[in-house]
């Protein structure tokens, strides 16, 4: 079992950044692909990164590319998010999920996580 707890969402204008923290307690946080997803209003939750065990792995949304990156650190248990160039279509709940797999293999499926944060919003004012 894992509990994450996210945290750094807020209010920021139209080319602004955000770094947002996922904070993990738990055991074996180091063998769990961690990922970022976002749910905007009327919206289906959808994929924005994720990142591979020791972290030399990641994915992108193509909307994100360029202005986001995922990161963690696995002695302090956290997984990051650095969000910069923010548009108003990047509002919305951001949720960071953790998928327990034996493989070090990076999924872009919620459906694929096994554990689930509760979200912080991210509201980008144009």
């Known amino acids: 079992q894992v509990q994450l707890v996210e945290s750094g969402g807020g209010l920021v204008q139209a080319g602004g950044s955000l770094r947002l923290s996922c904070a993990a307690s738990?055991?074996?946080?180091?063998?769990?692909?961690m990922g970022w997803f976002r749910q905007a209003p009327g919206k289906e939750r959808e994929f924005v990164a994720a990142?591979?065990?020791?972290?030399?792995?990641?994915s992108y949304a193509d909307s994100v590319k360029g202005r986001f990156t995922i990161s963690r650190d696995n002695a302090k248990n956290t997984v990051y998010l650095n969000m910069n160039n923010l548009k108003p279509e990047d509002t919305a709940v951001y949720y960071c999920?953790?998928?327990?797999?034996?493989?070090?293999?990076?999924?872009?499926?919620?459906?694929?996580?096994?554990?689930w944060g509760q979200g912080t919003q991210v509201t980008v004012s144009s």
């Open positions: 990142i591979s065990w020791s972290g030399g792995g990641s």
């Open positions: 999920a953790a998928d327990d797999i034996a493989l070090d293999r990076i999924t872009t499926m919620a459906h694929d996580y096994d554990y």
């Open positions: 738990g055991r074996a946080f180091r063998q769990y692909v």
